[in-house]
């Protein structure tokens, strides 16, 4: 299907390596892990995102349901997010304050399909409640930051800007509604489109012509009153107390209504994954709790994009640890041993190790090119004399050493010999420091 694609196993674990390197960084960061659904009442997007949004006007997979009820896939996370916030009442004192989660999964937009740009994507995002405390914006850029530092991305740029609060907004749209409207003919049709309706899109339009125009154009930042000032200017003073290299841009608005103050934007600088370079974005959005029913709780969040993450690994040779190696292939010659290959493999998983066996009666030949394809450990070889006299050769392929065994003893206690075998010391590290 135009726009999705298959993540096949030969590609998972790549997605499972940075999914866990996240969970383990939010985790640090004391960040829950928060699951909602994929589809969502249409009006919630509507109301958030906006509806004059590209997202929201142009892109939604919005369809009625056999309840007539106008449903969409979620674009986004971050509306849903806040959804649940109030619908659980997330905001009780019960909760941890403030109340932080993260989620990873797929989104929905209808958008032209191009490298790093899919019609299913995923993102892999976080919400902070409850904090307006500029802290906050500036730990959540820190951890989008640490976390591409950590995956070894290179050729990254922090860009920040402050849309101020919704008065000062207000008052920033009509500066440029003034300004846009006499030049109106020399924008793009899709501009021309946007100055009544949310002219700050302009600014940020990918037309070049538009982006002329838009060079004289009025700036936010004359526009903020002295909260968003000393906002904004406690958080470019924490990003550079804690050495997090960023630009202010004040061409940056977001395509989503729901953000003020500080919003960001993550772009790689080399042209390694293209025209889709934004691999993270997010802001705060303190009016969306009451907007959506709930209290008056700010908020604080960022989402990166999976995709084009993963390009960006691919372009930039990052290296990905490969899987774990497989711990005991069990070599079967006939079929007569089907039985104790079976009993073989049972008795190492039961261990907690990984074991695969030949089920096709295939060529020794043919067995040890699997056996190298998994990277195999040990391989413990068995045919119709093994079962005879009741003992078997495990050779470890590391070492190229041989070991001889009685078959009952490794099915009883597969754990101890294949320690023996590899001479893995982890459990007397574990011993010294104190894991025993
Ligand atoms: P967004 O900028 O719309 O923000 O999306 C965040 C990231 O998702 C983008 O920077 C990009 O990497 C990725 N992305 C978006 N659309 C696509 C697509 N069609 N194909 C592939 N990747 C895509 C949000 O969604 C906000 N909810 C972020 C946020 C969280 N703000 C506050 N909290």
């Known amino acids: ?9 030969g590609q998972s674990y790549r997605w499972q390596y940075v999914e866990d390197l996240a969970r383990d960084l939010f985790d640090s960061y004391q960040f829950h892990e928060i699951r909602t659904p994929m589809f969502e009442a249409y009006e919630l997007f509507a109301r958030s995102v906006g509806d004059t949004s590209d997202i929201v006007s142009k892109e939604m997979y919005d369809f009625y349901d056999k309840g007539d009820r106008h449903l969409a896939l979620r674009p986004e996370g971050t509306a849903p997010v806040v959804r649940a916030y109030v619908e659980h009442k997330l905001f009780g004192p019960e909760y941890l304050k403030p109340y932080k989660v993260y989620y990873m999964g797929p989104m929905f937009r209808y958008e032209r399909p191009q490298a790093g740009r899919q019609r299913q994507f995923h993102q892999l995002g976080v919400e902070v409640f409850e904090s307006s405390n500029p802290a906050t914006d500036v730990e959540a850029i820190a951890l989008a930051w640490d976390f591409f530092q950590e995956l070894g991305v290179r050729n990254l740029k922090i860009y920040i800007n402050s849309l101020g609060k919704n008065e000062e907004r207000a008052q920033y749209r ?23 309706a949310n002219p700050m899109r302009i600014i940020d339009s990918k037309d070049p012509k538009d982006q002329e125009l838009a060079i004289n154009a009025p700036k936010i930042l004359d526009y903020l009153g002295e909260e968003s000032k000393a906002h ?15 630009q202010v841009d004040p061409t940056i608005v977001r395509g989503l209504d729901y953000y003020q103050d500080t919003i960001f934007e993550i772009i790689v600088e080399d042209d390694s994954i293209g025209a889709q370079s934004t691999v993270c974005g997010g802001g705060r959005y303190d009016g969306l709790s009451k907007q959506l029913g709930g209290p008056a709780s700010p908020g604080f969040g960022f989402a990166i994009g999976m995709e084009r993450l993963l390009l960006l690994l691919d372009q930039q040779s990052v290296e990905i640890p490969e899987p774990d ?3 005991l292939y069990v070599l079967g010659l006939g079929d007569e041993v089907n039985l104790v290959s079976l009993q073989l493999v049972q008795a190492a998983r039961g261990e907690g190790y990984s074991a695969e066996r030949d089920y096709l009666g295939r060529s020794l030949k043919s067995q040890y090119k699997t056996v190298d394809r998994l990277n195999a450990v040990l391989v413990a070889t068995v045919g119709s004399n093994e079962l005879e006299s009741g003992q078997l050769t495990i ?5 190229g050493k041989t070991f001889d065994v009685q078959l009952s003893d490794l099915l009883s206690d597969f754990a101890s010999y294949y320690r023996k075998f590899t001479q893995d010391t982890s459990v007397i590290d574990e011993f010294f420091k104190g894991g025993y």
């Open 1 to 9: 299907m135009k726009g999705t694609e298959d993540i096949l196993p």
């Open 395 to 399: 050779k470890n392929q590391k070492t």
């Open 174 to 196: 009509q500066a440029l509604i003034d300004y846009f409207t006499p030049l109106k003919e020399q924008l793009s049709p899709d501009s021309q489109n946007r100055l009544s």
């Open 325 to 327: 190696p497989l711990d």
């Open 232 to 246: 904004f200017q406690a958080v470019q003073d924490y990003l550079q107390a804690l050495e997090i290299p960023f």
